[in-house]
């Protein structure tokens, strides 16, 4: 005979979130301690972390849209990509809705082979990307304006494009600082700069340094939405018990990796972020072509 507590687990109802990237990512800790902090908490759902890369976002995309009971995490680029591909080879941002912000972070541009943007002036130079139509395309190509010489690379994530730089197949890559700390106090790279108005030490950036004005408005948000077919009541829910896992010590460490700074956005608000995103992305992704 089953005891209380084996009936309580039988009972829990699985809600997976789904990473649009490498789960390997520094950012993919956001959901994995989340959902930790969350199954801690509460006794109604077990939250299961998974990962589903690839194609900027677009199969854990799809698999959410296709699959109950799933929660897309994926980056600002979630506002990036349908702005150059059809719905097939990406998504309908009008079928999600905003679902819970984690945070900000600043994407940090990093080097193997080069110490400083003079070092780079009018060389050629191979920049590792985390896909084509997303937020780190959009810094690459803001990049080429300065540096029309350099040749962007696509990779799965971010992740992935640190790893060609550090094994020298590629010259630069944009990512996340987390992702780039061991490497810069190892000695095998150099930070070029960070998007955003605040520095670190070590960390410099981009406009302090005479770049472009629009890097100091560049951040990747790291958020959770659903389909629009959910029910206001079970997207609330959810929303109450990831806005207080957040605020668990564990989690917010896992912020700080990346210098993402909490953005613990009211449920009442979460639409005004939805829309805000949808319209400054598609404004910064206005003229630019993706290779065919």
Partial sequence: MLGLSALVAIAKENITVLYAFSPSDTTANYS?????????????????????????????????????????????AFFVRPNFYSAAESWEISAFREQFVHCLAPMVISSSRYRDWKEIGDQPATVGISGLGVTTHITAVKLKERFPNIVIVPFKSTSDALLSMVEGHTDIAIGFPGEVKQWVASGKINVLGITGKRSYPGFPTMVSQGLDPIFGQMFVGQHFVVPTSWSESRNRELYDIFSRAAKSSIVLESYRDDFCQPMPTP?????????????YWQKLSAGIVIPK
């Fill in 32 to 76: 994995r301690v989340l959902l930790n902090e969350a199954n801690r908490i509460q006794d109604k759902y077990n939250f299961i972390f998974d990962a589903r890369p690839g194609a900027g976002g677009t199969i854990a995309a799809h698999t959410v849209l296709t699959t109950p009971n799933t929660v897309l995490h994926h980056s600002t």
């Fill in 267 to 279: 449920y009442s608000d979460l639409n005004k972020f939805f829309n805000s995103q949808t319209q």
